[in-house]
């Protein structure tokens, strides 16, 4: 009357068990031997377990098979947990977007006041510049800066950023920005007499920029104080050494972010 008997036969896998992921260190006992011990890894496709002497054994993972905290369940191998590849930079630090093609070229622009200047600007902030479509131009000084912005002709859909160097209190440049007024340019920069001073000594393999007596070209004194000949073997040492943003002082770097966010700001 009452059927089969329920205590015939293997009972372990006549019922349904939950089955539990085998993490690290998860102590389970093997129903059939009474090996206990701590999941350390998979071989073969088997579970290996540890008891508390080091004593290691692999089980296959059939239905039922184990014990934890004495009631039946099934072990399963964890689903491998795909870790998202870590972010690409550029060197200016911005998230690198894949796939994306430079810009055509805006009729927004950003000057320096030199190649140097603009050397350092490609390295660091190269990439972003060609996804936005913005060109950055070298200028001979900024004596004529006011007869240069007005030949550009600057509006809501053409702006300027300039990016100046020694840019500081009763300077001449100081002087030269004060009579830009156009809303659609934008003239900011660093302290540095000269784009090198922007890259910090260490990465250039000095404790400091030399001081360099007022009267004689920066960049010559520079040289001299480090015994290279010719500045141009100075500035290819300096710029093969920048290889991103935090090879830079900060004051450039935020004049550049700045410039950048200045002429890249969307049309309505």
Known sequence: MYGEDVLAGDWRRRRVTPEVDAEPDLVVEDADSGF??????????????????????????????????????????PARVEVPAARRRTASGSVAVAGVRAQVAKASRIWVEGIHDAALVERIWGDDLRIEGVVVEPLDGIDDLVAEVGRFEPGPDRRLGVLVDHLV????????????????????????????????PAKVGIRAWPQVPPGRPWKEGVCAALGVAEPAD???????????????????????????????????
């Open 234 to 268: 100075m500035w290819r040492h300096i710029l093969g050494r920048v290889d991103s943003f935090h090879d830079v002082e900060t004051p450039l770097i935020n004049a550049m972010e700045r410039l950048i966010d200045f002429v890249t700001v969307p049309q309505d």
């Open 36 to 77: 206990c011990g701590a999941v350390v890894g998979f071989e073969s496709g088997a579970v290996v377990l540890e008891d508390r002497h080091g004593r290691r054994r692999n089980f296959p993972l059939l239905p039922a098979a184990f014990l934890l905290d004495g009631r039946p369940v099934t072990l399963r191998r």
């Open 169 to 200: 209190a009763g300077s001449k440049e100081s002087r030269i920005v004060a009579s830009v007024t156009s809303p659609y340019v934008l003239v900011t920069g660093h302290p540095y007499v000269d784009v090198w001073q922007a890259v910090k």
